[in-house]
């Protein structure tokens, strides 16, 4: 699947299963939530905290992809085309860090 096909695919389902889109406030919180999830799961799964039960049967993927369906609402909603601004981002990063990482010290013999 393409982005632009998970931009069309979860504006469909926004639109028939979801109803309507949640105002981006509140999108915006579910996002922060959601990432909070991710978060949980890596401290625990790569990090030194351990795991609660309640947290055993937690789905990093499924975490993951929660983080993108909110964030593809937001761009649904604001009128952002995800595949030009990643383009873009991926120009504007290529441009501004064509050396950066290459001299960093910390990430040589790594």
Known sequence: MTIEEAQKTV???IKTTGIRYFNELTNM?????EVGEVARIISR???EQSFKA???DKDLAD???DV???VICLANQTGINL???????LEKKTT???DRHRQNEKLKNS
């Open 29 to 33: 919180a579910i996002l922060t939530e």
């Open 54 to 56: 309640s947290d055993r």
């Open 45 to 47: 799964q790569y990090g």
């Open 68 to 70: 993108l369906f909110v």
């Open 96 to 98: 501004r860090d064509t």
């Open 11 to 13: 504006d469909q389902w």
């Open 83 to 89: 595949t030009e601004a990643l383009q873009k981002n």
């Open 63 to 65: 975490e993951l992809a």
